[in-house]
């Protein structure tokens, strides 16, 4: 046995190194089917990262349209500039021909041109103008690419509402923000070459892969709309010299958005030449107090509470009520008011009773379920919730104050919402900017509808606070300046002082002055608000507000063709006195002629008033079976039914005539 053991001992040795290769081969192969065939994919990534360079191109974002379709925000193909540095041989020279049309410094350029990288840009995103001088110059090295730019062709159209988006093309305010994840599409990129070491390969093509365009938003917003709101705003701060100026339409029924507009503004396109301040939509992020056309709330929580009625009388004190350790004064003095004439009035005196009978508790409530204190969660970035107390924390006074709207915060988004309750029957609505969102071949990839948010008071109450704020635009109330012939109106002002930020006090000199209305009253097609911020002079809602709404209103009555009220066609022409407050109005006579029927000029169609006297309508229509009915005097401006509508034998017909001046 010994004899046998050192060739045994070999032959172990032999066959344990032969076991320890093939269990070593086995390894190396089972890391190369791993490297070769399971990791493939995450290897290739790695190798691509090791010799190949990306540059990431920003994808271009799906348009923005208004409610019909019309575009707000649209992304064009422009030029980029870029330049290989390894084809560049003059570099110097190259520089300097550059400089003055990119409008970069010749040292900058020189820079990048002098660059071991395989690839830089030069100036992204230049006017076509600038790319045709480059292109011109032949330049060896330097070469274009194609890239999306976010335009606004509206300019300031909307600007709050869109906000914007960045040079890289991410949404940084606005519909832009809120919707950035449906918009922005997926990047694209360019490839370019390095070799094992790290080094530049110049190759002549740079491979390109396409970005991917976002979806589409079709809003609420209408165009037409908002150019009257915008254009009437604007009008009405100049005006009154305001600082800041909001007003919102708002498609009662549906929580529809039609119109937002802000003052000051901006342009979107080149947003980088306007301070911060200027892009924020004062309509959402800022609250302020809403004085008197908070009263629209008190009441209707009292009339649906049914501890009053409209027709109950109220003693106003002739002016001066001390009340919670302090004097509530109304800007007239006012003895006994029925609670219809303290809102047509607006007697705070009046308003801090209703309040007291109503309670802390009840009038909380009521105003939670108004929606304010909370968000209303309208698709837009920065939404204020406001400011609320708690109602053990309200003193006396605390309640009086708020009863006619000092001393809550509130936003304008939060007033309109709330205030378009009462005009659809008592019912809450979701406010919302995006109707549908699509891609371009159409297919519609999320869709919304009006969300209600539960009914705050019944139609019966609405009914009467709507009858109520309507006596607030006739003859003897505070809005008067808001009336627009042949149309009922239902409405409230508003005037607030402002809390001064040094002395924490409310302040004699800055002041708020707002209108709120919906029309026509009996089946509210549109609601608005009009806030005017620190107006210089008279600053109350009802001189300052009021007219914005007027005139807004005017054209939008006419754009979406809403017919006036039957029978409602008293004129009130506001005639200022010595003390603004004193608003008289005069009333006009409403003509009315039945026009004879003449066998010579029968016609089924309606007639082109436009523009004409009263006695060329009368000539005009001279013939037909009709009965003409006529508000106002000077020319025709408006008419219903439209022009070219069939119209019946005694069918009654209204034409609306104002001053041309």
């Keep these: 046995m010994k004899r046998h053991s050192p060739r045994r001992w070999l032959t172990f040795r032999i066959y344990t190194i032969l076991s320890v290769f093939i269990l070593l081969l086995l390894i190396i192969i089972f890391r190369a089917f791993q490297l070769q065939i399971t990791e493939k994919d995450k290897l290739t990534q790695l190798l691509e990262k090791q010799y190949l360079k990306y540059v990431k191109l920003s994808p271009k974002r799906g348009i923005i349209y208004d409610r019909k379709k019309r575009e707000l925000a649209i992304s064009i193909e422009v030029d980029s500039v870029y330049a290989r540095p390894g084809e560049v041989k003059n570099k110097k020279g190259v520089a300097k021909k550059l400089s003055p049309i990119l409008q970069i410094s010749y040292r900058n350029l020189k820079s990048n041109l002098e660059s071991d990288r395989p690839f830089v840009w030069l100036k992204r995103r230049i006017s076509p103008s600038k790319a045709r001088k480059i292109e011109n110059l032949n330049l060896e090295g330097v070469g274009f690419i194609k890239e999306s730019k976010r335009f606004y062709p509206n300019k300031e159209l909307a600007s709050h509402c869109l906000g914007f988006a960045g040079i890289d093309l991410k949404g940084l305010e606005g519909i832009e923000l809120k919707y950035d994840s449906y918009l922005k599409g997926k990047p694209g990129y360019l490839l370019v070459e390095r070799d094992a070491l790290g080094r530049n390969i110049y190759t002549q093509n740079i491979k390109q892969v396409d970005a991917t365009k976002g979806y589409n938003l079709q809003l609420t917003i209408d165009k037409t709309i ?12 100049k005006k009154s010299k305001a600082k800041a100026g909001v007003a919102i339409v708002m498609a009662p029924k549906t929580g529809e958005i039609l119109a937002l507009a802000v003052r000051p503004t901006f342009n979107p396109n080149n947003f980088w030449d306007y301070s911060p301040p200027q892009w924020r939509n004062r309509a959402v992020t800022d609250a302020f107090e809403p004085g008197s056309t908070f009263k629209t709330f008190l009441i209707s929580s009292a009339l ?17 009520y001390p009340f919670g350790g302090k004097v509530i004064h109304d800007v007239h003095k006012y003895g006994w008011l029925t609670l219809s004439n303290i809102i047509k009035h607006s007697s705070n005196i009046g308003a801090c009773k209703i309040a007291e009978n109503l309670g802390r508790e009840t009038f909380y409530s009521y105003i939670r379920k108004f929606g304010f204190g909370s968000k209303t969660g309208i698709d837009l970035p920065g939404e204020t919730s406001g400011l609320l107390a708690l109602p053990y924390r309200w003193s006396r006074m605390h309640l009086g104050t708020i009863s006619f709207g000092q001393g809550i915060s509130i936003s304008p988004v939060q007033l309109i919402t709330a205030f378009s309750a009462i005009a659809n029957d008592g019912v809450l609505m979701k406010p919302h900017l995006v109707k549908t969102i699509f891609d371009d071949r159409g297919k519609i990839i999320k869709e919304f509808h009006p969300e209600s948010r539960g009914e705050i008071i019944t139609r019966r109450t609405a009914n009467q606070v709507t009858s109520i704020l309507e006596t607030v635009v006739e003859e003897g109330g505070t809005g008067v300046n808001a009336f627009i012939p042949g149309f009922r109106i239902a409405g409230k002002t508003g005037t607030a002082q402002k809390v001064d930020q040094q002395t924490k006090q409310y302040s004699k000199s800055k002041e708020t ?10 089946d509210p097609k549109l609601a608005m608000i009009v806030i005017i911020d620190e107006p210089q002079g008279i600053s109350y809602g009802g001189t300052v507000a009021a007219p914005v709404f007027k005139e807004a209103a005017s054209h939008i009555i006419r754009y979406l063709n809403i017919p006036p009220n039957k029978g409602h066609t008293t004129i009130a022409k506001y005639r200022p006195e010595t003390n603004i407050h004193q608003e008289k109005t005069a009333i006009s006579q409403t003509y009315l002629k039945k026009v004879s029927l003449s066998e010579q000029h029968i016609s089924n169609n309606m007639p082109n008033f436009s523009g004409l006297s009263i006695r060329d309508v009368l000539r005009m229509a001279e013939g037909l079976d009709l009965t003409i009915e006529i508000a106002g005097s000077g020319k025709a401006t408006g008419q219903y039914p439209p022009p070219g509508n069939i119209v019946e034998s005694n069918r009654r017909c209204w034409v609306r005539f104002q001053p041309i001046l």
């Design 226 to 237: 908002q150019h009257f709101v915008e254009k009437a705003l604007e009008e009405g701060m």
């Design 513 to 522: 002055g707002s209108f709120m209305g919906f029309l026509p009253a009996d």
């Design 304 to 320: 649906e509470e049914r501890i009053f009625k409209p027709q109950d009388i109220f003693y106003c004190e002739n002016g001066s």
